[in-house]
């Protein structure tokens, strides 16, 4: 499949796609159209255990406290070919970003660590709320849409420029 339009597309990758890659993909859908920019957005994983599955319930819960809808994502694994649909395949973590690196093989995009792309200079690396308590799933929250303000920001400069 080769990439449907000239719009930009980024690709959020987490490890299992139902935390924190959903989590930053509905945010910056949402940021996306109230800032008027048309993006195409996606998420996924570089795990297979959740494929087709809704996102975690604890992640649903504090994503819809701050006002986003995760109920109709479903969980997806990563293929070589999305490198060369997206524009930008953004890895949340290091671990991540790695495991992208050897899927790529040297074609497409690279792949890069979201906060930092996004102008994010710490953390690195988007904290895995999985094995914690609510208050990791809160500052998932926060902090993707931290992330988001830097993502848009980057998208206005480059339409810009
Ligand atoms: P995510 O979180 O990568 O942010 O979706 C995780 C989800 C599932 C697992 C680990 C992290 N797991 O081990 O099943």
Redesign the pocket.
Known sequence: MLKSSNKPSILLV????????PLAEAVARQRCVEAGLDVELASC?T?H??VGKGA?PRMLRAAAAAGYDLSQHRARQVRANDFVIYDWVLA?DSANLEDLTVLRGGHGASPELFLPWAGVGSPRDFP????GDVDGFREAVALAEQGVDGLIARLRANRNG
């Open positions: 987490c490890l299992g796609n139902i935390c924190r890659s994983g795990g255990w959740h975690d949340m895995d709320p999985y094995f």
